[in-house]
């Protein structure tokens, strides 16, 4: 595989096929009400933020895509509230005309029929390379590990340091972060955090959310807490802050 990756802004073609990849998202992960911030402005906003892939063999179909947002951090340490934290940090930026002095990485979406070929690596080394272009010295990552969901009862600061015998991370996801030279630094315990009615996370994930308690719901990283009495449930996602360096 011949892959091309450029910006959106270098071609805009992808613009109305960016969010038609057959991916491996959860709905209720689509569902964080901060998202609309990023991603209502993609196309006319952060183009120059997004990396579209596509295949030489098949010129014009999407292989894979990355986004990134920039942000001001200021003298302020990672944020605790990690992806939501981001993006809100860089609407208020726009919003304000403030210059932003960092930038983030906010997903990598392969699609499907792709994964295990190594494309999510090859899209972490463009999305260092592209922020090394537009002057940053270091991308952060708050990174949602991918065998999480697996443990969702697990501390998420057990998990992010819990290392494979070569001392390498034991999840897939932060290992490919690793290797690529990032370092983990500390754990985001309120990274995303998805409300919702019980009508609404039924539909979302086909379950009944109706006894109080924690609910264990398939993809999610923690249990979801269900109030039937206040009719909501709330997921509240830990992630993990991974610093890259930049030459």
Sequence with gaps: MALRITTLGERP????????????????VLNDPFADLFYGFV???????VLVADDSAEPGRLVARACMMPYVAGADALPDDGWDGV??????????????DAVSALEITVRRDLLGHGLSALMVAAMREHAARLGHHELVAPVRPNRKHLEP???????????????LPHDPWLRVHVRAGGRIVKVAPRSMVVPGTLAEWRGWTGLPFD??????VPGALTPVHCDPDHDHAVYVEPNVWVTHPLG
């Design 13 to 28: 073609q992808f613009a109305s096929s960016l969010w038609d990849m057959d991916h491996t998202w959860h709905e209720f």
């Design 43 to 49: 196309t006319t906003v952060y183009q120059d933020y």
């Design 87 to 100: 993006i809100r940090s860089g609407w208020r930026a726009r919003e304000r005309g403030l210059r932003p």
């Design 153 to 167: 009862h697990t501390p998420m600061a057990e998990y992010a340091f819990r290392t494979r015998p070569d001392g």
């Design 211 to 216: 006894r109080p308690g924690p609910v264990e």
